[in-house]
Structure formats: C-alpha cells, structure tokens
C-alpha cells in the first residue's frame, strides 16, 4: 500500500533554532498536509498544499509540495517550548466523492529552554 | 475547540465489556472516519462514512462495530475486546469533493485502555 516516509523519529531541538522536516512517498499525491499533534490531542491541521511547487506560510511554519508530487517539507523558524508535539505529514489522493488521506508514523520534536 | 467532539475522553473497559464511543460534528461535513493511533505507529484508518453510508471498512475485527445515524454523529460499538486494542481512538469528518479535496478535522480522541 501506499506509505509516507517521515524521519528521524524524534527531533531535539533547542529554543530559538530553525527545524526543518521531510516527508516522502513513493506515490503521487495531489494534496500534502501537514498535522500537528499536542499531548492528549487529536492532530490539528498546520498548512495544505494543493499544487505542485507550491510554497505556503502559515506565521513561522512554511510548507512545500515537492515538484514531483511525491514529497513536501515543513519548516519551523524560531522554534518555542510550544512547538513541541508530534508532527505529521498526510497526503491526500482524489477518489471520488471522497479523497482519502495516508498519514506518515509522525516526527516528535522536543524544544530545550 | 476544532468542530469535531469526541465522548468519553478516556475509557477504561474490561475485556467482557460492552461500551461505545461517540463523535458529533458541527461543521457541515459530509463524512466521518474512525483512525486508531497506537503508539510508534501510522494512524490505522479503520472506517470511512460519507453521506451516512458505510464506505470503507479497512479489515477492523467484528468487536468493533461502527454506527453513523446522521451525517453529524458517528459511533464505535466495542464489546470483548482484548488488550492490543488499547489505543487513542480519533474521529474525523471532512468535506472532500472530487474537485477540491479537503484536510480531515480530527476530534481529541478518546483514550482506551482495556484490560
């Protein structure tokens, strides 16, 4: 099946520092997401993607959809204790009426004071 | 608050059990799925509704038995489940078309442990 390929599992960053995060597949994908998951919390969407090239900022988060199609990345500048969860990259397919999304196993960061 | 609200936060059920899980969404969406998130692992997509209609059932065990009265309610029936089923359960509803697809909008999930 199709599969999202985030890594390191873990990230240690310190506050202050720029983080960068990449997501691949071996699929085409016509929109990338990208999630952000707090402890105890569903994921809450950060930034979408919806064309090839694409680069979208959402305050310090910056995403791009790789030209290809086939991976994204997502940038955090300035990182802040806050930023600390589980970060997770989802791509989205058209099937229909419904498009369904596959998810990467998700990068957890952590931000040293 | 993202729209989409879970019930009950945690759960802590006996393998002979019979308990179910409540998802209510208030933004006009059109389907609803159910993820399973265990720790180190993807999201496990396990049901997809749209328009009410069961349309995806990703090889789930027959213990768990999803309900969708209404475009805005979902459910997950459990009964006799077994440890491994532990896990964050995460509703979520979009409203995708095939001409602009839309991100999912998750609730908080409910936290299950059996045991």
Not at chain 1, 15 to 42: A, H, R
Request: aromatic share 10%.
């Amino acid at each position: 099946g199709q599969q999202l390929n985030q890594s390191p599992q873990s990230m240690f960053i310190q506050e202050g520092e720029d983080v960068s995060m990449n997501c691949t597949s071996s699929s085409i994908f016509n929109t990338w997401l990208w999630y952000k998951q707090d402890p105890g919390e569903g994921p809450v969407l950060l930034i979408a993607l919806y064309k090839a090239g694409e680069l979208t900022s959402n305050g310090r988060l910056t995403a791009q959809f790789g030209i290809t199609r086939k991976d994204s990345f997502l940038n955090i500048s300035a990182s802040i204790p806050s930023d600390v969860g589980i970060y997770f990259c989802a791509g989205q397919q058209l099937t229909g009426a419904n498009s369904k999304l596959t998810f990467g196993k998700g990068i957890t960061l952590s931000v040293r004071p | 608050e993202t729209g989409v609200t879970q019930t009950p936060r945690h759960l802590v059920m006996g393998m002979t059990n019979k308990k179910s899980l409540k998802c209510e969404q208030h933004l006009g969406h059109n389907a609803m799925y159910w993820y399973k998130q265990s720790a180190k692992k993807p999201l496990e997509l396990m049901f997809v509704y749209s328009l009410e209609e069961r349309v995806e059932n990703n090889s789930v065990p027959s213990r768990f038995s999803p309900e969708c009265p209404n475009s805005s309610h979902l459910f997950l029936h459990l009964h006799t489940l077994q440890p491994e089923d532990s896990a964050l359960y995460l509703c979520a509803s979009s409203q995708g078309n095939s001409r602009q697809p839309y991100g999912y909008t998750f609730g908080s999930g409910t936290r299950l442990t059996v045991v």
